[in-house]
């Protein structure tokens, strides 16, 4: 099994940035992709950054410039978030992807508010 804990979201003002982390534990040495999703009131869950094993990231186009997803020693990811418009406003989900068996986790998620 694979946990995931995010942590660092928070309110911020429209142009401001925050700094989401998820620790991830437990049998991580399978893992082949990170990413981050986010899900607001009325809407379905989407992806917003994922980086792989070989360091290759996707960003969605929204987030694109302003969002950078970063991963350390394969284990604890990272999502940078800057320049934030009150429509990033959502709670943000940390996921893992293993190969072997293949499987799929999920963190709590952390609600990231902007707002004046």
């Known amino acids: 099994q694979v946990q995931l804990v995010e942590s660092g979201g928070g309110l911020v003002q429209p142009g401001g940035s925050l700094r989401l982390s998820c620790a991830a534990s437990g049998v991580i040495s399978e893992i082949y992709s990170m990413a981050w999703y986010r899900q607001a009131p009325g809407k379905e869950r989407e992806l917003v950054a994922k980086?792989?094993?070989?360091?290759?990231t996707v960003y969605e186009d929204y987030v694109k410039g302003r969002f950078t997803i970063s991963w350390v020693n394969k284990k604890d990811a990272f999502l940078q978030m800057n320049s934030l418009k009150p429509e990033d406003a959502a709670v943000y989900y940390c996921?893992?992807?293993?190969?072997?068996?293949?499987?799929?986790?999920w963190g709590q998620g952390t609600q990231v508010t902007v707002s004046s």
């Open positions: 996921n893992a992807v293993r190969t072997h068996p293949y499987a799929r986790f």
């Open positions: 980086i792989f094993s070989n360091g290759h």
